[in-house]
């Protein structure tokens, strides 16, 4: 999966991956969380766009793919970050 992947390359050096699922009237909730550094708000904005890297060496192709794919589904994909 595109977004684990993003998470666990979001913590270099070691970190925290957790991942949670709960269950959210007829659908489920699936949540992804890191300790990495967090993206700048300038940039939440953007990180859904097609070739808006996050990572010094990213394509930006990732997000926008993932996103798309559950929004293909009816679902809805969301991020909440802030620096540390």
């Known amino acids: 999966m595109e977004s684990l992947l993003n998470a666990v390359e979001a913590v270099p050096g070691g970190g925290e991956l957790t991942v949670t699922t709960a269950a959210a009237g007829c659908g489920l909730v699936l949540q ?40 293909d589904h009816g679902a809805e994909f969301d991020i909440e970050s802030a620096l540390e």
């Open 32 to 71: 992804l969380s890191d300790t990495g550094e967090g993206i700048a708000a300038a940039n939440l904005g953007h990180v859904f766009e097609p070739f808006f890297p996050t990572k010094s060496d990213g394509s930006g192709i990732g997000l926008a793919r993932v996103h798309r794919i559950v929004q």
